[in-house]
T-cell receptor
Framework: SAVISQKPSRDICQRGTSLTIQCQVD?????MFWYRQQPGQSLTLIAT?????????ESGFVIDKFPISRPNLTFSTLTVSNMSPEDSSIYLC??????????????FGPGTRLTVL | GESVGLHLPTLSVQEGDNSIINCAYS??????FIWYKQESGKGPQFIID?????DKRQGQRVTVLLNKTVKHLSLQIAATQPGDSAVYFC???????????FGQGTRLTINP
């Protein structure tokens, strides 16, 4: 499986500010995803990061709040904009090789633990 | 809408015993299922997966069972060890072939 790193690993931010989270993979992957995991809860998909085009957002998530970039097949960023305490969560990126056809296994990074004061 | 849920939020077993974690799914169109283990402070770690053309798959000390008739998925862990203590999530691919929908999670505690 791919080795996935995220930066920062954790941060404490003031409300109204923005934070950009980076996800780096050690090999080229077709699919990259961003998830949110609120305290004590399960994972919710925010968006699929598409290389060279706009991300595909899930219901309840919008580009203005969570802009995503994916300039190549090994790197993506997620920005949490105009933060409020409700944005305090773990943000996770995942990757899947996807050679076409059926679903492929997703592998997760270590997560970024965000606290908004 | 689609949903994946778990029967028990917590499970405690004695070290060395076998454990079974259950998961119910609602989307009959799902054809791929996966189990993850998440330890405190870490990202989810892949354990085992299964496609809908199978009803059982075995790994090292783990077995996943799929019952499509009742839309039920289970993870069996044999001879549990302290390192098995974690939260376990099931997920299904739901309506999008490359998207995963996660269940609520079960916290497994191994007692010495």
């Amino acid at each position: 499986s791919a080795v996935i790193s995220q930066k920062p690993s954790r941060d404490i931010c003031q409300r109204g500010t923005s934070l950009t989270i980076q996800c780096q993979v050690d090999s080229q992957v077709t699919m990259m995803f961003w998830y949110r995991q609120q305290p004590g809860q399960s994972l919710t998909l925010i968006a699929t990061a598409n290389q060279g085009s706009e991300a595909t957002y899930e219901s309840g998530f919008v580009i203005d709040k969570f802009p995503i970039s994916r300039p190549n097949l090994t790197f993506s960023t997620l920005t949490v904009s105009n933060m409020s305490p409700e944005d305090s969560s773990i943000y996770l990126c995942s990757v899947a090789p996807w050679q076409g056809g059926s679903t492929d296994t997703q592998y997760f990074g270590p997560g970024t633990r965000l606290t908004v004061l | 809408g689609e949903s994946v849920g778990l029967h028990l939020p917590t499970l405690s077993v004695q070290e060395g015993d076998n454990s079974i974690i259950n998961c119910a799914y609602s989307n009959s169109a799902s054809d791929y299922f996966i189990w993850y283990k998440q330890e405190s402070g870490k990202g989810p770690q892949f354990i085992i997966d299964i496609r809908s053309n199978m009803d059982k798959r075995q790994g090292q000390r783990v077995t996943v069972l799929l019952n499509k008739t009742v839309k039920h998925l289970s993870l069996q862990i044999a001879a549990t060890q302290p390192g098995d203590s974690a939260v376990y999530f099931c997920a299904e691919n739901g309506e999008g072939a490359q998207k995963l929908v996660f269940g609520q999670g079960t916290r497994l505690t191994i007692n010495p």
